[in-house]
């Protein structure tokens, strides 16, 4: 959430803000069709900018990641505070998935606005009628699983009030599965009838990610709109949503490759860009991160 920069793995990275991406890039007042957000730990600092500004996003597509020194009841108050940045603007869960390569300390959420598109038809025509998003519908997929969630935080939280710390430890594979499926693609992009998630990209677990409709989004007016966080060699993801939906589609990234800690470097932007370009129509490929301020982090 801030525009700068930010050291990773011996590199000092580039990294801004969204909202001054978006100026950069001549997007200030247009929706993100889908956000793709995979940037090792960013994510508890960009989350909270991202939507205390209000930027217009349809879909989330994001992967957490845990640091090993989280357990028990810290660990579980900052995933509740993240996610509720996210619930609280109408976003809900319509896919998890568990990536096995980061050993359950990280876990990949897929996000749809359900205040922009509503799951029922009562709900989309009253929002126009209006002329303001309603929440949609509370489905009881929401409700229960909501519900469930409350009363285990009561139990751990009660539990660890009381010393017994057999109850109070939580990691992270057992917190991934409080926040599981809450809804369908119903009504995303305007599709009532054939709606569905799709995975797109490879079978592998870093180049694939699932998303609402995407043949919907071929058809937007103005043209879709694609932000991708977080590339490194991994682009199945990039070019499947390029080829499928033709969005003006741009990846960020300001990692390097080293042929030694810090020297001999080449961007990743600068390896895989102009190919990307030219043989698959990408927008461009941004040497920057995403933060909660413009600058750099280590």
Known sequence: DHDGEIQYMGQSLAVSRLATIMRMLGHV?????????????????????IFGIGIDIGQLLLKVHIPQTWHGQELLMRLRKLFKVIEDRGFQIFHVGFNFACNYTCAEFAFVNRRLYPAERAALAQSSAMKKPTPGETSAMLTATRDQRQKIWDLVESACAGGRTAYCSFDSWKAWYLWPKETSCKGVLGEWRDYSEVRMGS?????????????????????????????????????????ATGCEHHIFDPSSLCESKGSNCTAYADMHGPELKAKHGLASYQKLGISDHDGEIQ
Do not use: T
């Open 203 to 243: 079978l592998e677990p870093n180049s694939a990610k699932w998303v609402c409709n995407p043949h919907a989004l071929a058809s937007l007016i103005p043209r879709c709109l694609v932000y991708s966080f977080g590339g490194h060699r991994e682009y199945d993801w990039d070019v499947a949503m390029l080829e």
């Open 29 to 49: 007042g247009r929706r993100i069709d889908v956000l793709k957000m995979d940037v090792d730990g960013s994510e508890w600092q960009a989350i909270p900018d």
